[in-house]
């Protein structure tokens, strides 16, 4: 918008204006960000594929616990590690941007050994709130959220109610 304003021309020029002042470099950044986000996509689909849990009981009797088991809820879990070593032993959950894309993930130690986020921790549990949201129920954690999604909120089946995670008591965010 500066460039279109400054040099009194249309937004297209801008853009490209803007691309050859960026150079390639820039570009392949950004089309290596992208890279990194659909492979972060394609691995929370494998740890959602290793739910539910047959062969471990204490993965279960987690779940159970708080109330997981609802298939409607985004949740994944990791049992090696990988790519997200630091969440291993952990029930896994997505965190979307406004256009529903995971940029992130959260780990949840069924150990008791704590959490976890991948670095740069950004987007939203359970997502962005449709439009049609009425009520919101404000939780301190991504993992009260999950449980009141699936106790409370798809037995009352009201679309008009969702929960959002506020990442701790200090986890505001813009």
Known sequence: DFIMH??????????????????????TQVNEKHKSMTDLNQTFEQLRKAMPVKETAKVNQYLKER????????????????????????IIFPLKDQSNKIVS?????????????????KGLYPGYLPSETRTVILTESIIDSATVSSVVLTKEGNQSWATLALYGTNGFTT
Do not use: W
Not at 73 to 79: F, K, M, T, V, W
Not at 105 to 121: T, V
């Open 105 to 121: 993930l959260y780990g949840r130690s069924i150990n008791g050994d704590g959490h976890f986020y991948l670095k740069n921790r």
């Open 67 to 90: 109330g997981l088991y609802d298939a409607k809820l985004e949740i994944g879990y990791n049992p090696v590690g990988g790519q997200t070593r630091s969440m291993k032993n952990c």
């Open 6 to 27: 400054k040099e009194s021309c249309s937004k297209h020029e801008a853009i490209l204006k803007a691309k050859k002042l960026l150079g390639e470099s820039i570009i």
